[in-house]
């Protein structure tokens, strides 16, 4: 195998046409240069340069070798320059896998400082359910996944926790005889429960909720996303299970109420899930710091 040594010194003599003016550009001596060339000359068995007055010329084979060795160093010196980019920030991808709720209650306000701050980092987002991010992230598909806890994690990820959400039962004005009181579960489920869809986190804690506390519990509408659970609340179809975060806005404009149930909701943790011994770029680093700070 040549020492690739052998080859930058070969490239910038060849640029430079002076073995004299190679060698003070490397920061070695003359014959020093002169003897990585024959090194060069003898591995490969043909002649590189042929010596003149006025310097070095390439010979034929010394072309055709130069050509295949600039296409090289053009690779290499633009690898080091996007490293170097990503350190400073200037470039790069963020590839995150995120649910619509956290994405729009939770990750929006961060995105925007962050790209205010770093407006060349391209970050994109993929909202599918939080097993799909994990196959996702254990084939490379993205960096991380901002999600809560799931119920399993597998061996190769890492969570690491950003803070807890809090989960309510939450209703409109129609049901008045559930609100301002303690009422206990015996009471709330013989009510219209909604749920999100199996197999979302929030399916899975509530139909272990009520399943700890000795009540099976049928969802009288089973919706994908958060949102649109929140809008059927609004309307009084039933009772919604849900982040308190998430319906912040409805709680603030009266539109929806907490019910005070007895046992209280778990709250569960929520995070950023990572593969284990996965080297992530600068500007990927840089977000998860830059969350975890604020």
Known sequence: MINLELYRIFYIVAQCQSITKAAKILNISQPAVTKHIKNLEET???I???????????????????????NAMTTLDNL?????????????????GVST???RFYLIDYINSFHKLYPNINITINTDPTAAHIK?????????IICKY???IDNDLIFSKLGDLEYV???NNDYSKLLNRK???EELVKYPILLQNNPSNSYVLANKYFKNNGFYVESNLNIGSSSLLIDFVKIGYGIGFVTKLYVSKELKNNDIKIIDVVPKPPRVAYGIITLKNNILSSSCNKFINYIKEK
Do not use: C, W
């Not at 320059?81 to 995150?96: D, H, P, Q, Y």
């Not at 996702?136 to 991380?144: A, E, T």
């Open 44 to 46: 490969l068995d043909i």
């Open 48 to 70: 590189l340069f042929i010596r003149t007055r006025k310097g070095v010329v390439l010979t034929n084979d010394g072309k055709n070798i130069f050509l295949q060795v600039k």
């Open 80 to 96: 080091e320059k996007n490293i170097e980019e990503n350190k400073e920030l200037n470039s790069g991808t963020i590839r995150i």
């Open 101 to 103: 709720s956290l994405t």
């Open 136 to 144: 996702m992230l254990q084939s490379g598909l993205i960096d991380i």
């Open 150 to 152: 799931p119920e399993h």
């Open 169 to 171: 039962f939450t209703a």
């Open 183 to 185: 009422i206990n579960l």
